[in-house]
């Protein structure tokens, strides 16, 4: 009788681990990757190419008027700052274009993503390339990326 008494409250501790855990997969998906192959996302890339080119242009002629701005010429700082001003609202400008062409890609892929992982048992799916850049996932199998089976959910 006191060898049950020992050995049944370890018994029962070995199996609460098994009782509580649950299975949760995590997926991930190249967002961008399908955002590319959709039909009707020309647009939305066009933008973002045409954005990206235009504000690095811009930049460089910041850095420009900076360093004549530094030597301490009031017409060089006054250039600057209207410079920078001027970014800032086209920036501005541009990410509002932007955010008013991702929203329907956004909730079809959305959309895509939530079946896709729901149909294949994952709990939590990721953009890749989000969790590559801030080093969320250091490794992934590449039997968790969706983003074949999200792209034939799109289209």
Known sequence: MNRFLIIAPLALLATVPHAQQTKSRVGVVNVQAVIKNMS???????????SASDLKTRQATLQILATKAARGNAADKA?????????????????????????????????????????????????????????????????????QAVQKEVK
């Open 40 to 50: 009707g996302s020309k647009t939305y890339l066009d933008l973002n190419a045409k």
């Open 79 to 147: 250039a600057l700052t209207k410079a920078q001003q001027d970014y800032a609202k086209v920036r501005d400008g541009y990410l509002k274009q932007i955010d008013t062409a991702f929203k329907p890609l956004a909730a079809k892929v959305n959309a895509a993503v939530a079946k896709v992982a729901k149909a294949n048992g994952y709990s939590i799916v990721m953009d890749a390339n989000v969790a590559n850049e801030s080093n969320l996932i250091v490794h992934a199998n590449p039997s968790v990326d969706l983003t």
